[in-house]
């Protein structure tokens, strides 16, 4: 089965309205008659909106960075999925590194999350990833099982399909180091393989799994070359519509 290229950008807390503004237009003229790859960039809440409005017309998808599990109430700093969906969002990151490690997330409330993304339409890019010291002591399997299984945990196949996985070796971020393809491709297939004996075969060929981890011009090729690699959550070289581009464009390398 024929999957999709997705290749998404996360700007992190990067970026004003103006200079967010200024970044998409020129995405949008640097990736026009890019075809057979699907895109989505994920800006920071207070530019949400108006990137969407920028974005109109256009093949470029809305992601946000976050959400909570709840559509309203007292929750003072946080932002509900009917908020995102009603200013345009068909993507929402949920459980990056970053909101695990300096924001408490867990697999419990990333699996909340994402049951309340899905229960707004909202498409989840559901990551995972092993830190440097896990993957020493040689746990890496194991931490993307737990992970994997917690965070899709009462979630069935049909809402299964909606959601992207990226695996983001949490040792590779902002870091410069990268996973070789080949070490991303043995943690794709593994995740694969465990979705498979979680739901099917025929879903976990469908579902798409990105890789995240100091994605650059230089390596995208080399990983959308594996098997199991099916598109980059890419953080710092997305700040760039020139780099950024010529990500979204790895065919024509």
Known sequence: MGRLPFIAGNWKMNKTVEEALGLVRELKASISGVEEVEVAVAPPFTALYAVSQELKGSSIHLAAQNLFYEEKGAFTGEVSPLMLKEIGCQYVIIGH???RQFFGETDETVNRRIKAALGQDLKPIFC???TLKEREEEKTFS??????EGGL????EERVKSIVIAYEPV???GTGKTATPQQAEEVHRFIRKR????????IAE??????GGSV???????????ENIDGALVGGASLKPETFSKIVRFKEM
């Open 195 to 202: 979705l498979e004996m979680l739901y099917s075969r025929e």
């Open 171 to 173: 040792w590779a971020i």
């Open 216 to 226: 650059t011009p230089e390596n995208i090729k080399g990983m959308m070359n594996q």
């Open 206 to 211: 469908r579902i798409r799994i990105q890789y």
């Open 97 to 99: 590194s970053e909101r």
């Open 128 to 130: 995972i990833g092993e």
């Open 153 to 156: 945990r009462g979630i069935g």
């Open 143 to 148: 931490v993307i099982e737990r992970q994997v």
